[in-house]
């Protein structure tokens, strides 16, 4: 997806359960796609990669599945903490250009203890 | 510790006065980029530096301009900045010819138009 919305969409978690947050994409060509974490008042921060050989990677705490078929991307967050409600972004890229990203909307990750 | 370090963290200018947004990286990438982020939405880019060659986006006013000296350092320079301008900067850094690699981004800087 491009940038759109005023209102990111929020998903809200107790403290300790998993999280699941979508993306869906529209590029074809994007064979590379990255996961930023956004807190209030900074800039994004890379949580995890992927490329479009592989459809899974994992990280700590962190799991990353990429579905080329449907153009669907997650991101998978286990035991979720309070430290981790932020707004979470993906992003796609073509390898063959510079590495322009197109980010998706966004969604809100709200953790509850 | 941080990489991509952008300063000021916030900046209040007047409507129609030039400002000047800085961002410089430890990290050497060769590919630096300026994003304009309003609130609740995602970054959008409006230009980026591969390495001295400047690239605009189609739909980047020409009230945005960048300069970039050396590798380490870049400028948003807002010519007349209207309050539509007012939003977070944010500057990113990336390193290519090695394969896809993820961009880094500073903390931003939050622009206000007064």
């Known amino acids: 997806g491009e940038n759109v919305g005023l209102h990111l969409p929020t998903l809200s978690v107790q403290e300790g359960d998993n999280s699941i947050i979508n993306c869906a994409y529209s590029?074809?060509?994007?064979?590379?796609f990255i996961w930023y974490k956004q807190e209030s008042g900074k800039g994004p921060q890379f949580i995890i990669d992927i490329r479009s050989n592989m459809d899974k990677r994992q990280g700590q705490r962190v799991t990353v599945l990429l579905n080329k078929t449907v153009k669907h991307l997650s991101l998978q967050i286990a035991a979720t903490q309070p430290g981790d409600s932020a707004v979470y972004f993906c992003a796609g890229a073509f390898s063959g250009g510079y590495n322009k990203l197109i980010f998706g909307a966004g969604t809100r990750l709200a953790v509850h203890p | 510790d941080a990489m991509v370090i952008q300063n000021p963290r916030y900046q209040v200018t007047q409507f129609g006065k030039p400002v000047t947004l800085s961002c410089s990286q430890t990290l050497n990438h060769n590919v630096m980029y300026w994003y304009q982020q309003k609130s609740s939405q995602a970054p959008k880019l409006l230009f980026h530096y591969y390495d001295k060659d400047f690239n605009n986006e189609a739909d980047t006013p020409d009230n945005f301009q960048s300069r970039r000296p050396n590798t380490s350092f870049c400028f948003l320079d807002i010519r007349s900045p209207g309050l539509g301008d007012a939003a977070m900067y944010l500057c990113a850094t990336s390193r290519e010819g090695l394969g896809n690699q993820p961009q880094h981004f500073g903390d931003g800087t939050r622009l206000s138009i007064l």
């Open positions: 590029n074809s060509a994007s064979d590379y």
